[in-house]
């Protein structure tokens, strides 16, 4: 699945003054990592928002929020986060937000051995 690059430069432009920011495609998307950490996903023009445990549950009340189902699994901590749910610049920046704080708690992933 491609990703949306107007969607994606919205991120990069977001990100912009964060330190450490690296892309890579991930998820059948374009993955922002910070720090080593995925901090957010765009797939086509939805966002995947890695927002953590705390906020997950209320996350999921507001229409246009899915749960992250991976492998049939739900993925506790992350969302899907339609169009309509980040329509507004305030929206869009209430989630990079929600993204940023989680990320200084996320732990990084594990390194693969070469």
């Not at 901590?77 to 329509?87: E, L, N």
Request: charged share 25%.
């Amino acid at each position: 699945m491609a990703y949306d690059e107007r969607v994606a430069n919205r991120v990069r432009e977001a990100l912009a003054n964060q330190a450490l920011v690296e892309e890579r495609i991930l998820f059948q998307g374009l993955a922002f990592m910070i720090g080593d950490k995925l901090c957010i996903c765009v797939r086509s023009q939805v966002l995947m928002c890695r927002i953590g445990h705390e906020q997950y549950e209320a996350a999921l009340e507001i229409n246009g929020v899915e749960a992250m189902i991976h492998n049939g699994r739900s993925m506790k901590g992350y969302v899907f986060v339609s169009p309509q749910a980040y329509a507004t610049r305030e929206a869009f920046d209430g989630w990079i937000q929600k993204c940023l704080h989680f990320n200084k708690f996320a732990k990084s992933s594990k390194k693969k051995k070469k």
